[in-house]
């Protein structure tokens, strides 16, 4: 279970000190599949960086599995079990996609098929992707599937995605969110997806509208989701509200 309490993270600038994150407090349980959604700039990023230990807040503090990790490292947390998907992923010149899937799964060795079922997971062929290096060759869609791809093979107890979907083509999409589906069915690890797209929203068992810094609003697909669409076509309450309703 992570559970975050009144998380805070500010940061300076010439007009002084401005809040990314205002006392955010929330729980996910385990095995659970959570969408945080809301505008551009809201503090979602920030929020899954601040977890995954990217991000150290200003004050509050994170408990994982009964463990307080406020003061762990990135490393120290992955160690742990949590994993995280960038944005946009780093580039590894001279490092292949073996390589790279290699280290996620944490093995001297890894067969060939078990790489393709990764690979294959994200819309990608072992043939065409194994023997060729992370670096400017690929494009940002391709990047971002080997990256997914990785976080697969590590097979973290808490998976985090920050906009799985982006630079992706429709394909692989499909494939993508047929992966989420299976994780979540299958009910072994925690899955906590920062998205716009509606058919990832679609998939969670919680949606958290993250606006402004704060948890504008949280609830199931079927309570939050029509707020979300009526925000499409004028304001939207949960957009404006700043309490949280449990």
Known sequence: MLELKNICYRVSTPEGEQEILKDVSIVIPDHKLVVFTGPN?????????????????????????????????????????????????????????QDLLLLAAGEEKLSKDRCCQYLTKVGLCANDYLDREVDVSLSGGEVKRIEIATILARHSDLMIFDEPEAGIDLWSFARLTETFEQIHREGKATMIII????????????????????????????????????????????????????
């Open 41 to 97: 700039g809201g503090g979602k990023t920030t929020l899954a960086k601040v977890i995954m230990g990217l991000v150290q807040p200003t004050s509050g503090q994170i408990l994982y599995n009964g463990q307080d990790i406020t003061g762990l490292d990135i490393t120290q947390r992955a160690q742990l079990g949590i994993s995280y998907g960038f944005q946009q992923p780093p580039r590894f010149k001279g490092i292949t996609v």
């Open 195 to 246: 998205s716009h797209q509606e058919r990832i929203i679609q998939l969670a068992d919680e949606i958290v509208v993250v606006a402004g810094g704060q948890l504008a609003h949280r609830g199931t697909t079927e309570e939050i989701f029509p707020l979300i669409l009526a925000d499409t076509l004028g304001g939207c309450p949960v957009m404006e509200r700043k309490e949280v309703i449990l």
